[in-house]
């Protein structure tokens, strides 16, 4: 897509995205609620017109061509499968109005609920089925008359964290085995770093960066990336800003050598306890704060409590910090 934007009236939901999305990709769009995403997920689909800009699959511009003959299928959050019909005749819908033959319908539903995971269950109905099995049944609705492109908004957002957390792997391989191409929204980061080849972050209808997780994670390009993906401690430091991420942070012992540490002193001015690490703030001397974690491999919460105020030293690796801009929409705005 180039150059795309939607309005409505005076509100700039889609301010003016370019992106390229490739064949087989796994590509998540992530952003705040109302960054955008859904209405570019709309236009790709055809549910909306864009303001301006282009929409193209597989190099085929198609701004006048209708949803149902774009080679795109949605998958939404709230996937309403038809109550009265069986899951068998839920998957195959797609493929009666399309005027697929009884047997052949049979055949590729019965293949879409084996990819999902669900073979056997066609005669069943909804109601008999789990909220992830639902889902499940959607995505094989979705995939059974094989689109080139798969959109996918927010589809786990109504499940509960472990079974969010098992789709999201599913999914994934679910993904790889049949080859279509799936663009996924979510305003859950880890989601998006755990699925994703690439992802866009989006902030207020904008783009701020297009990069693998582990890029995005380890070099953000702007403050807002940076804030949005993962936990991020920026500095300023004369005159130039930096962020550093939690787990790079270490407390180091006041006798010890730094080790080619950059440290600063400060204080533990917060400590909250989680099980497997205990997430600490220190107020640095110098100015600004810093979260960082440690594993709990010995200590307890208990040891935790009694640290607060305490003088410490924190050091990281130079080359653990990474220079960051502003965001490009405040700066753009601007005048
Ligand atoms: P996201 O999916 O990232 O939460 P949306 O694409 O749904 O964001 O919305 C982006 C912005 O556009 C929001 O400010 C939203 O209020 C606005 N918006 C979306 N759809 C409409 C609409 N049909 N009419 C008016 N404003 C809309
Ligand atoms: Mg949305």
Redesign the pocket.
Known sequence: MADLTKH??E?V?VAGISLEIEAGEFFTML?P????????LRMIAGFEDPSGGTVELAGEDVNRVPPYDRAVNTVFQDYALFPHMTVGENVAYGLRVAKVAKAERARRSEEALEMVRLPGYADRKPAELSGGQRQRVALARAIVNRPRVLLLDEPLGALDLKLREQMQVELKAIQGEVGITFVY?THDQDEALTMSDRIAV?NQ?RIEQVSPPVELYEHPATEFVAGFVGVSNLLERDGSRFTIRPEKIQLVDPGATANGLRTERGHIAGIAYAGMVTRYTVALDAGGELQLVRQNVEGTSSDAASEQGREVIVGWRPEHTVAVRGSSTTEEESP
Not at 33 to 40: D, L, R, W, Y
């Open positions: 409505y009236g509100v939901a952003g609620s109302g960054s955008g995403k859904t209405t570019t929204v989006f209808g």
